[in-house]
C-alpha cells in the first residue's frame, strides 16, 4: 500500500497578514472552537500569545525536520502568487523554496489562479525559475478549480494535478498529459468548525477506517496537512498528523511523494 502526504503553505509568518482580515479571522474562528469545547482556554491563551511569537503560523523547519525523521518522503506546496488569505511576498517563497529543496523534499506549486490560462502559466513560470525544477505539479489554493481548469493545467505543462478531492478513495487518471491524482484526507476538513469539527479521536478512527479500506483494495491514499498547524498552537492537528505517520509507519505503508509515482509510471 501506498501513501502520499503533502503539505500546502498558506502561511508563512503572522506578520505577513497585519495589512489583511486572516489574523481577526483566526481569533474569531478560535472563539467559536473554544465555545464548541474542541480547543482548550490554554490553548486558546496560547494561539493569542502566538500572534506575537516570531515564528508562528511557520512551522517549516520542524515539520521538514520531523518528516525526515521519520521517513515522511512528503510533497511542499509553495504558493507564487496571492489571494483568499494567502499573503507571503515571492522573496518568502523563494527563501522557503530553497529550504525545503536543499533538504531533499518533494516541491510543487499550491495554485492561486484558476480560471485563466495566462495567470495559471504565470506562476507556472515564476514556479520553474524560481526552483530550477523542469518538472513538477499543482494543488490549487482551497481545491478551487472549474471544467477548464485541468485541461489548462496540462497546457501550462504541469506534470500531476491534485486538487480533485475524493471521499472514495478514487485513483489516479490522465487528462492529456496531466495526472489528475485526487485527494482523500485533509486536516482542516476534519477539524474546522464550518466542515466537520471532530475531536482527535473521531478523527482518528475516521482516518483509520480509511487507511484500512485503501490497504484492503490495495489502493493509493492521499492526505493533506497544513505545515502551519505543527504546533501545539494546534493540538487536534498535530496530535492527528503525528498519530498518522506512526500508524502508517507500523501497518508497513509505503511513502511516496507525486513526482515519485509520476516518474514510476
Ligand atoms: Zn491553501
Do not use: C
Not at 505517520?245 to 507525486?258: D, G, I, P, R, S
Amino acid at each position: 500500500m501506498k501513501i502520499i502526504i503533502s503539505h500546502d503553505i498558506d502561511h508563512l509568518s503572522v506578520k505577513e497578514h497585519y495589512h489583511d482580515l486572516i489574523i481577526p479571522k483566526f481569533m474569531g474562528l478560535s472563539s467559536i472552537e473554544l465555545l464548541r469545547g474542541n480547543i482548550s482556554l490554554k490553548t486558546y491563551i496560547k494561539r493569542l500569545v502566538g500572534l506575537f511569537r516570531e515564528n508562528a503560523w511557520n512551522n517549516l523547519r520542524e515539520l521538514l525536520e520531523f518528516d525526515r525523521e521519520h521517513n515522511v518522503n512528503s510533497t511542499f506546496f509553495v504558493a507564487v502568487a496571492n489571494d483568499l488569505g494567502i499573503s507571503y511576498s515571492l522573496n518568502e517563497a523563494e527563501k522557503a523554496i530553497h529550504l525545503i529543496k536543499k533538504r531533499g523534499f518533494d516541491l510543487g506549486v499550491h495554485g492561486i489562479e484558476y480560471k485563466n490560462i495566462d495567470g495559471i502559466s504565470e506562476e507556472y513560470n515564476t514556479f520553474r525559475r524560481i526552483s530550477g525544477l523542469k518538472k513538477f505539479g499543482i494543488r490549487m489554493h482551497y481545491l478551487r478549480k472549474n471544467e477548464r481548469t485541468l485541461d489548462f493545467l496540462d497546457k501550462a505543462g504541469y506534470v500531476y494535478d491534485t486538487t480533485e478531492f475524493s471521499e472514495d478513495l478514487k485513483q489516479p487518471y490522465f487528462i492529456g498529459n496531466l495526472l489528475e491524482i485526487p485527494l482523500h484526507i485533509m486536516d482542516g476538513y476534519l477539524f474546522l468548525p464550518k466542515y466537520m469539527g471532530l475531536s482527535l479521536e473521531r478523527a482518528i478512527n475516521l482516518t483509520k477506517n480509511l487507511l484500512e479500506r485503501a490497504k484492503k483494495e490495495n489502493k493509493l491514499i492521499n492526505i493533506l496537512f497544513h505545515q502551519r498547524y505543527f504546533s501545539d498552537e494546534f493540538p487536534r492537528y498535530k496530535g492527528w498528523y503525528e498519530w498518522l505517520v506512526k500508524y502508517a509507519t507500523e501497518n508497513e505503508f509505503e511513502f511516496l511523494n507525486y513526482s515519485g509515482l509520476v516518474r514510476g509510471l
